[in-house]
């Protein structure tokens, strides 16, 4: 039972445009999000959270928005830039426990 | 500061061999956690650790074991390898206290099992 989807394996985007990487959730106790970025061969780093208690959390060019009657948060990278090319992976975790469930991943790729 | 260290970066085994994969942190987090990549399947959590000689069972334990004899290292260990363990393994670590602090990954062991 995956309880962290994220169903765009891929996403391609022009250089400068908005990037909107989308993630669902199931288990109505989540209640902290989290968005991972890995590049090749490499381990994933941290990006940008979100507590439940919020529905918006900026950081630069990344913003993740979170609408907890949907289950749905979404990751917006604006302008896209070539580095950012990467997968990206959503995450969520619920009180109390110490451990997080990962999405799937998306395959952004950014293109000059 | 070196973060969080994964040895070796590379293994093929034979089916039935054993080894063991050695997570080392140097930044004092308490928490550390086992997960395996597999394509199509995100990052499962094997094994876990929330203090030194502590473990607990992730959503993948089958297969695996893994002591945390000192508060830097995180060992997990194939005692028979099968070819279904042919995965990259990540490491992590975080900082106890604010359950909010964000885990910080090793750079990965690729395994391959024939």
């Known amino acids: 039972d995956q309880q962290v989807k994220q169903n765009s394996p891929s996403l391609s985007v022009q250089e400068g445009r908005i990037s909107i990487l989308n993630c669902d959730y199931t288990?109505?106790?989540?209640?902290?999000f989290l968005w991972y970025k890995k590049y090749p061969a490499e381990g994933p780093t941290f990006l940008i959270s979100?507590?439940?208690?919020?529905d918006k959390n900026e950081d630069g060019r990344f913003t993740v928005f979170l609408n907890k009657s949907a289950k749905h948060l979404s990751l917006h990278i604006v302008p896209s830039q070539p580095g950012d090319s990467a997968v990206y992976f959503c995450a969520a975790s619920d009180f109390g426990n110490e451990k997080l469930t990962f999405g799937t991943g998306t395959r952004l790729t950014i293109i000059p | 500061n070196a973060g969080v260290t994964q040895t070796p970066k590379f293994r093929v085994l034979k089916t039935g061999q054993s080894m063991t994969l050695l997570c080392a942190q140097d930044m004092n987090h308490e928490y550390m956690y086992w997960y395996r990549q597999d394509p199509g399947m995100g990052l499962r959590l094997i094994h876990y650790?929330?203090?030194?000689?502590?473990?607990a069972k992730g959503e993948v334990p089958d297969g695996y074991n893994v002591s945390r004899l000192k508060k830097q290292n995180f060992l997990l260990g194939l005692e028979s390898a099968a070819p279904s363990q042919t995965s990259v393994y990540f490491c992590?670590?975080?900082?106890?206290?604010?359950?909010?602090?964000?885990?910080?990954f090793g750079p990965g062991t690729r395994l391959t099992v024939l």
């Open positions: 992590a670590s975080r900082k106890g206290g604010a359950r909010y602090n964000e885990q910080f």
């Open positions: 288990n109505s106790m989540f209640d902290y």
């Open positions: 650790s929330v203090g030194e000689g502590t473990t």
């Open positions: 979100i507590s439940s208690i919020k």
